[in-house]
């Protein structure tokens, strides 16, 4: 049971980066929370899964140099966490987003493809 | 270039390990408050927006171990910490530490002495240039002897017409006699072509190499001194070069100093070397047959052995076959083969010898853990209750253990280095080349290797079985996790069965080579070797060049030494005659009466000169007729003594006695055989012996190589020097090369298996006591565990020697296994050793049946031991202490 979440966040994990260095290039530093709900409310429900596999990979990313982080105070005065983007984060960001691209241009290709052939197939 | 800041980054996380947790908590605790008060904003109560809070950030825990991970190498953290809590329970169980570490140690370092050496012969490059195309070759030139040697007009003509080697060289071997400096000297000195250093690749430090036009003969009074030579004798001189030596009367001068690091391609430790000089154009006619006893080539790149076989055979039979030599075939092998073929396999046998006392080793171990851990299983079920994984509990117990691998293979590797002075001294290790041993990067990663393979093997079998627990069983209260104890016996005695299987096939093995090493040694000489003391001296000096002379100094010399206090008899021969004796030795001879066919083989023998009391000073029996006497000189009639080996080959149905046979070229005279005496070991103690023709000295013409043999139970020391003197008085330039009592001068001669079977024997002992050891320990577990039941069994009439009766019925339960698997492995594998034994079979029945009894009564008493132990304890209070 404990595996379970890991791995459903792991094949979330690739875009996860994806969407954090989005999140924060488009909003600038924000806390762990911050980005939570962020991602929460523009991705509707594909964030049902645990915000905690969050802090893992602000981890990573912090360890990979794409984020920086500084303690600071919240809107409450709250001591938190602030991560931003950092230009190496920036250049990951285009990259991760090129990828994408690609990949979801070729299957749409792919499924667009299907009822060309159909079509060819009546004439 | 990412993962280099991860790398950094991880590295940093190791140090920061109390802040970061915390820094964690603050910020998740951080997000829960603010997730709870946006969902009471929403309209949940308090406890409602705290718990759906937690749900949707999900298990905290997990989260935390999955960042603590990240944030630093885990993996390594958590094998250090293993490995920790493996120091501290080596150091809590001292007696195990050492008794482990000890025998582990031993293993590898002894395994890994061994394989420096052969590592310095099958691995290390020989250091001459490009050494693998190197190649030593002879023709073997009569049938049903060793002869080796190759005909120099041969030779000359293999280097003229071949189109595979590059170059070829040869040389011979020789001692002279340096005069002129301080006192004479024997040297041992060799003949090589102009050819051979620039083959071999190596330049001359001082002065040049020998020029063409001196590698003839005439032209060859030069000499190239060896480096060690240089400095020891001639001091070091730096203008060396152009100066005069003496050797054997006759002056050399001298054209260059060779490089330090030199060795001569073969055995002898050559210290100066001269042209081979070979008369070329007689040798080319045929007018004059001398021979070459070592040739080497380099084959040319591309060309293959089998194209250079084909291409010598070839120019072979274009030549013209001298009358009486039909058979000649050729024998080419590899340089390093030459040199070092009988080392590698000796050092294959030893190094799967001491493989196997470290298996045996590690096996005790692995009880050792065994029983200790057997202990240790509800700690185990425990761990993997709280989340560890099999593999990981099995990695964390080998990780504990590492420590004492690591500490094993270091001590190991210790020893090992520290071994190799010894080992080159007390071996026979010790040709050309081989005078060190060199511990380079193939040793150290093969004791590695050792130290990383023992420990799999001895931690891997505890690990597995001790996971196995089963959980519900394990953690009941009360109760000793008898399950898991009685399968872990189980492991125990399968192990002990496959150490009692190492150890016979070890002990069978050394039984094989101690049997053959003493058939060889000892067994069917021919001769009896107590109280004889062997002289031997060249008597090449210039004063000797005539026969007369020579005559003259060896019948005083006999004389003289006869008479020496403590001296019974003494007797002259050839030297090349004396057991072990010299197997180029032999020659044609023609029988009268007997027309030889053109082409067919003629007869061959050796014949050495003797003196008449020669035979008795042997003891070698007679036959037939007489021996020779002294009455035999110059003024009978010529006669000679034959052995049975000639005899028999020769002579079949007929006696031999009054035929007359003549030795040498036909202006020698025909003698008559008056003798035949028995067979003597001379051509080496491992081969038959060969037919012989005993000729009278004093008909024979005198030895250049005397040989003088005593019978004296004086002590060998005392002797030699009374002899040095009498020789000094005598001549006192006259150098003796040696002087030895006849059973060392044996022993020498086969010092290879003498040192190769004493290491086998030592191998098998140590693997019988470690062996035994492991035995006896498992057998007081298997005690120790039944003795409850035992006690029952006691209390419920069982008499002492069915409790005894017991235990060894499971005794033989390992025992018998373990024999049947060892004989069968044993079988097996001796038959890799057949080439090394001589005169006995690889499958000898008694060595096998004598090995696999004593092995089982003394592992019978290792288990009697713990029997009566258990059958003493007193059985009431056994039961009371439940």
Same mark, same amino acid.
């Given at each position: 049971?404990?595996?379970?979440?890991?791995?459903?966040?792991?094949?979330?994990?690739?875009?996860?980066?994806?969407?954090?260095?989005?999140?924060?290039?488009?909003?600038?530093?924000?806390?762990?929370?911050?980005?939570?709900?962020?991602?929460?409310?523009?991705?509707?429900?594909?964030?049902?899964?645990?915000?905690?596999?969050?802090?893992?990979?602000?981890?990573?990313?912090?360890?990979?140099?794409?984020?920086?982080?500084?303690?600071?105070?919240?809107?409450?005065?709250?001591?938190?966490?602030?991560?931003?983007?950092?230009?190496?984060?920036?250049?990951?960001?285009?990259?991760?987003?090129?990828?994408?691209?690609?990949?979801?241009?070729?299957?749409?290709?792919?499924?667009?493809?299907?009822?060309?052939?159909?079509?060819?197939?009546?004439? | 270039?990412?993962?280099?800041?991860?790398?950094?980054?991880?590295?940093?996380?190791?140090?920061?390990?109390?802040?970061?947790?915390?820094?964690?908590?603050?910020? =998740?605790?951080?997000?829960?408050?603010?997730?709870?008060?946006?969902?009471?904003?929403?309209?949940?109560?308090?406890?409602?927006?705290?718990?759906?809070?937690?749900?949707?950030?999900?298990?905290?825990?997990?989260?935390?171990?999955?960042?603590?991970?990240?944030?630093?190498?885990?993996?390594?953290?958590?094998?250090?910490?293993?490995?920790?809590?493996?120091?501290?329970?080596?150091?809590?169980?001292?007696?195990?530490?050492?008794?482990?570490?000890?025998?582990?140690?031993?293993?590898?370092?002894?395994?890994?002495?061994?394989?420096?050496?052969?590592?310095?012969?099958?691995?290390?490059?020989?250091?001459?240039?490009?050494?693998?195309?190197?190649?030593?070759?002879?023709?073997?030139?009569?049938?049903?002897?060793?002869?080796?040697?190759?005909?120099?007009?041969?030779?000359?003509?293999?280097?003229?017409?071949? #189109?595979?080697?590059?170059?070829?060289?040869?040389?011979?071997?020789?001692?002279?006699?340096?005069?002129?400096?301080?006192?004479?000297?024997?040297?041992?000195?060799?003949? %090589?072509?102009?050819?051979?250093?620039?083959?071999?690749?190596?330049? +001359?430090?001082?002065?040049?190499?020998?020029?063409?036009?001196?590698?003839?003969?005439?032209?060859?009074?030069?000499?190239?001194?060896?480096?060690?030579?240089?400095?020891?004798?001639?001091? /070091?001189?730096?203008?060396?070069? $152009? #100066?005069?030596?003496?050797?054997?009367?006759?002056?050399? &001068?001298?054209?260059?100093?060779? +490089?330090?690091?030199?060795?001569?391609?073969?055995?002898?430790?050559?210290?100066?070397?001269?042209?081979?000089?070979?008369?070329? /154009? %007689?040798?080319?006619?045929?007018?004059?047959?001398?021979?070459?006893?070592?040739?080497?080539?380099?084959?040319? +790149?591309?060309?293959?052995?089998?194209? *250079?076989?084909?291409?010598? /055979?070839?120019?072979?039979? !274009?030549?013209?076959?001298?009358?009486?030599?039909?058979?000649?075939?050729?024998?080419?092998?590899?340089?390093?083969?030459?040199?070092?073929?009988?080392?590698?396999?000796?050092?294959?046998?030893?190094?799967?010898?001491?493989?196997?006392?470290?298996?045996?080793?590690?096996?005790?171990?692995?009880?050792?853990?065994?029983?200790?851990?057997?202990?240790?299983?509800?700690?185990?079920?425990?761990?993997?209750?709280?989340?560890?994984?099999?593999?990981?509990?099995?990695?964390?117990?080998?990780?504990?253990?590492?420590?004492? $691998?690591?500490?094993?293979?270091?001590?190991?590797?210790?020893?090992?280095?520290?071994?190799?002075?010894?080992?080159?001294?007390?071996?026979?290790?010790?040709?050309?080349?081989?005078?060190?041993?060199?511990?380079?990067?193939?040793?150290?990663?093969?004791?590695?290797?050792?130290?990383?393979?023992?420990?799999?093997?001895?931690?891997?079998?505890?690990?597995?079985?001790?996971?196995?627990?089963?959980?519900?069983?394990?953690?009941?209260?009360?109760?000793?996790?008898?399950?898991? $104890?009685?399968?872990?016996?189980?492991?125990?005695? &399968?192990?002990?069965?496959?150490?009692?299987?190492?150890?016979?096939?070890?002990?069978?093995?050394?039984?094989?080579?101690?049997?053959?090493?003493?058939?060889?040694?000892?067994?069917?000489?021919?001769?009896?070797?107590?109280?004889?003391?062997?002289?031997?001296?060249?008597?090449?000096?210039?004063?000797?060049?005539?026969?007369?002379?020579?005559?003259?100094?060896?019948?005083?010399?006999? &004389?003289? %030494?006869?008479?020496?206090?403590?001296?019974?008899?003494?007797?002259?021969?050839?030297?090349?005659?004396?057991?072990?004796?010299?197997?180029?030795?032999?020659?044609?001879?023609?029988?009268? $009466?007997?027309?030889?066919?053109?082409?067919?083989?003629?007869?061959?023998?050796?014949?050495?000169?003797?003196? *008449?009391?020669?035979?008795?000073?042997?003891? =070698?029996?007679?036959?037939?007729?007489?021996?020779?006497?002294?009455?035999?000189?110059?003024?009978?009639?010529?006669?000679?003594?034959?052995?049975?080996?000639?005899?028999?080959?020769?002579?079949?149905?007929?006696?031999?006695?009054?035929?007359?046979?003549?030795?040498?070229?036909?202006?020698?005279?025909?003698?008559?055989?008056?003798?035949?005496?028995?067979?003597?070991?001379?051509?080496?103690?491992?081969?038959?012996?060969?037919?012989?023709?005993?000729?009278?000295?004093?008909? *024979?013409?005198?030895?250049?190589?005397?040989?003088?043999?005593?019978?004296?139970?004086?002590?060998?020391? =005392?002797?030699?020097?009374?002899?040095?003197?009498?020789?000094?008085?005598?001549? *006192?330039?006259?150098?003796?090369?040696?002087?030895?009592?006849?059973?060392? !001068?044996?022993?020498?001669?086969?010092?290879?298996?003498?040192?190769? &079977?004493?290491?086998?024997? =030592?191998? %098998?002992?140590?693997?019988?006591?470690?062996?035994?050891?492991?035995?006896?320990?498992?057998?007081?577990?298997?005690?120790?565990?039944?003795?409850?039941?035992?006690?029952?069994?006691?209390?419920?009439? /069982?008499?002492?020697?069915?409790?005894?009766?017991?235990?060894?019925?499971?005794?033989?339960?390992?025992?018998?296994?373990?024999?049947?698997?060892?004989?069968?492995?044993?079988?097996?594998?001796?038959?890799?050793?057949?080439?090394?034994?001589?005169?006995?079979?690889?499958?000898?029945?008694?060595?096998?049946?004598?090995?696999?009894?004593?092995?089982?009564?003394?592992?019978?008493?290792?288990?009697?031991?713990?029997?009566? !132990?258990?059958?003493?304890?007193?059985?009431?209070?056994?039961?009371? #202490?439940?």
């Amino acid at each position: 049971m404990k595996n379970e979440p890991a791995e459903r966040a792991d094949v979330l994990q690739g875009t996860l980066v994806l969407l954090v260095l989005r999140t924060l290039d488009a909003l600038g530093p924000l806390h762990g929370y911050g980005i939570a709900r962020r991602i929460e409310q523009i991705s509707g429900d594909l964030l049902q899964l645990n915000q905690g596999t969050l802090y893992p990979c602000l981890l990573r990313m912090e360890q990979e140099e794409w984020v920086a982080s500084k303690w600071g105070a919240s809107e409450k005065n709250r001591k938190a966490k602030f991560y931003s983007i950092t230009p190496l984060g920036r250049k990951q960001l285009a990259k991760e987003t090129q990828e994408w691209q690609r990949m979801s241009s070729t299957i749409d290709r792919f499924l667009g493809a299907i009822p060309d052939l159909s079509a060819e197939d009546v004439s | 270039m990412s993962w280099s800041s991860v790398f950094t980054a991880r590295f940093r996380g190791m140090f920061a390990k109390g802040s970061r947790e915390r820094e964690l908590d603050d910020e =998740i605790r951080f997000h829960l408050d603010m997730q709870a008060e946006d969902n009471q904003r929403a309209g949940m109560n308090p406890a409602e927006a705290r718990l759906a809070a937690m749900r949707s950030f999900g298990l905290v825990e997990p989260v935390k171990e999955n960042y603590r991970e990240r944030q630093t190498f885990a993996l390594a953290e958590t094998a250090v910490r293993d490995m920790l809590h493996g120091a501290r329970s080596l150091r809590r169980l001292p007696g195990f530490t050492i008794a482990a570490g000890l025998s582990l140690a031993l293993g590898i370092g002894v395994t890994t002495a061994i394989f420096t050496v052969l590592n310095a012969v099958a691995l290390r490059p020989l250091p001459y240039a490009d050494a693998d195309r190197l190649y030593w070759m002879t023709q073997v030139l009569k049938k049903s002897s060793t002869d080796e040697v190759t005909l120099t007009g041969y030779f000359l003509e293999w280097r003229r017409q071949n #189109q595979t080697f590059t170059d070829l060289a040869g040389y011979n071997y020789q001692t002279s006699i340096l005069t002129g400096r301080d006192e004479a000297t024997e040297l041992r000195t060799a003949r %090589a072509s102009a050819s051979l250093l620039p083959l071999l690749g190596v330049q +001359p430090v001082l002065g040049r190499n020998f020029l063409k036009r001196e590698d003839y003969k005439g032209f060859d009074r030069v000499a190239i001194l060896g480096n060690a030579l240089w400095r020891e004798r001639f001091g /070091a001189n730096p203008k060396i070069v $152009g #100066q005069a030596v003496t050797l054997d009367g006759n002056p050399f &001068t001298i054209v260059g100093v060779l +490089p330090p690091g030199f060795v001569f391609p073969g055995s002898d430790r050559v210290q100066l070397i001269t042209p081979l000089g070979k008369d070329e /154009a %007689a040798e080319l006619r045929h007018e004059v047959g001398s021979v070459i006893f070592n040739v080497i080539g380099r084959l040319k +790149p591309g060309v293959t052995l089998e194209q *250079a076989k084909a291409d010598l /055979a070839m120019i072979q039979s !274009r030549l013209p076959v001298p009358a009486f030599r039909p058979t000649i075939t050729l024998k080419i092998q590899p340089l390093r083969e030459h040199l070092f073929g009988d080392v590698k396999a000796a050092g294959m046998i030893l190094v799967a010898a001491a493989g196997f006392v470290l298996l045996i080793a590690c096996a005790n171990v692995s009880n050792l853990l065994l029983t200790r851990w057997m202990q240790r299983g509800r700690e185990l079920a425990l761990r993997a209750a709280l989340g560890g994984s099999r593999a990981r509990l099995v990695c964390q117990l080998l990780v504990e253990n590492a420590l004492l $691998g690591v500490l094993a293979c270091a001590a190991g590797v210790a020893l090992a280095f520290c071994a190799r002075r010894p080992l080159v001294a007390l071996s026979p290790f010790h040709i050309s080349g081989l005078h060190d041993l060199p511990f380079d990067a193939h040793v150290l990663w093969f004791a590695v290797g050792l130290g990383l393979l023992s420990t799999l093997l001895f931690g891997l079998l505890p690990a597995f079985r001790v996971t196995k627990a089963d959980l519900a069983q394990a953690i009941k209260a009360g109760e000793v996790p008898v399950v898991s $104890g009685r399968s872990s016996l189980g492991a125990l005695s &399968t192990i002990a069965a496959a150490e009692i299987a190492i150890i016979l096939v070890l002990s069978t093995g050394a039984g094989l080579m101690l049997q053959s090493f003493w058939k060889m040694r000892y067994v069917s000489l021919g001769f009896r070797p107590d109280n004889l003391v062997v002289a031997t001296l060249n008597l090449s000096g210039s004063a000797y060049r005539d026969d007369a002379p020579r005559s003259a100094f060896i019948q005083e010399l006999l &004389t003289r %030494a006869q008479a020496l206090p403590g001296v019974d008899l003494a007797a002259i021969t050839n030297m090349a005659e004396i057991p072990p004796g010299d197997f180029h030795a032999t020659n044609t001879f023609a029988i009268e $009466g007997r027309n030889q066919p053109l082409g067919g083989v003629r007869p061959i023998a050796r014949y050495p000169s003797v003196s *008449a009391s020669y035979f008795s000073i042997l003891g =070698i029996p007679l036959l037939q007729g007489r021996l020779l006497q002294d009455a035999d000189d110059a003024k009978s009639a010529p006669v000679v003594v034959v052995n049975r080996a000639l005899a028999r080959r020769y002579f079949d149905r007929e006696t031999p006695i009054g035929k007359r046979v003549r030795t040498g070229g036909e202006d020698q005279p025909w003698r008559t055989i008056t003798g035949v005496v028995d067979d003597v070991k001379t051509s080496g103690l491992t081969s038959a012996p060969e037919p012989t023709i005993y000729l009278p000295y004093r008909q *024979a013409g005198a030895v250049r190589e005397v040989g003088l043999v005593m019978r004296s139970s004086l002590e060998t020391g =005392i002797l030699a020097a009374e002899i040095r003197k009498s020789i000094a008085s005598l001549d *006192a330039t006259q150098p003796v090369s040696s002087i030895q009592a006849m059973g060392e !001068r044996l022993s020498e001669s086969v010092s290879g298996p003498r040192f190769t &079977t004493a290491l086998l024997i =030592i191998f %098998a002992g140590l693997a019988i006591i470690l062996g035994l050891i492991g035995v006896y320990g498992v057998m007081g577990c298997r005690v120790r565990w039944q003795l409850r039941e035992l006690a029952v069994r006691q209390a419920l009439g /069982a008499q002492q020697h069915d409790v005894v009766w017991h235990v060894l019925r499971q005794g033989f339960a390992i025992i018998l296994p373990g024999l049947s698997a060892g004989l069968l492995c044993a079988i097996g594998l001796s038959r890799l050793l057949a080439s090394s034994l001589y005169e006995v079979s690889a499958y000898d029945p008694p060595t096998f049946a004598i090995v696999a009894v004593t092995m089982a009564v003394v592992a019978l008493l290792a288990c009697w031991i713990p029997a009566m !132990r258990a059958a003493r304890t007193d059985p009431l209070q056994l039961l009371r #202490q439940d």
